[in-house]
């Protein structure tokens, strides 16, 4: 849970440089535009599952999983609203946190070779990155520990991707230059 509160809040400088930039009425200030509304719309998401995170932990503090209604004899009774069980909680959490990683990686951050859409703020959108990673994992080990392999599965692959975009849009500096070079060479003499 916190690293998804620790990649909401990252967010915020690349929403920011992105406000800036869409005030210009220019092909990149329109790309700028749909860009901030789709981190918007994938902060929403991210905040859903945080939320939905908070009752699973609270209910499972409070030793509450799910709730129903039940008759004089104790036969339940579903004409009432129930309250999710834990498990559901934590599948919609996971949900949300899956579509976010979508959204970014599609909407925010397309993959195309004409209008490439690297990150304005490459260091803080990479913390962002690497902070949702560590949320993803996270509830992949929890959805594990619940008998939940597939979705666990399907967290590995959420990884995997967060991993690409973050190549793709949050390029580290040439490490190709002399000093790399020349720690090769120190390496290799230790040997």
Known sequence: MTGLLAAHDQLGDE???????EKDDTPQGRRARKARTALRDAADML???VQALFTVH????LGIDGAVSHSADGTPVTLLPMLSTQETLLLDAWESVQDA???LDT???PATKKNPAPAREPARTSGALLRLR?????IGRELDARGLGDDAAECRDSVQQLERLEARVCPQP????PATAEAGVLQGAGR
């Open 47 to 49: 905040l859903s599952a």
């Open 101 to 103: 990683v979508d959204h």
């Open 174 to 177: 040439d490490r190709t230059g």
């Open 107 to 109: 909407k925010t951050f």
């Open 134 to 138: 560590d949320g993803v994992l996270a």
């Open 58 to 61: 609270g209910s499972t503090a």
């Open 15 to 21: 929403a920011l440089a992105l406000l800036a930039a």
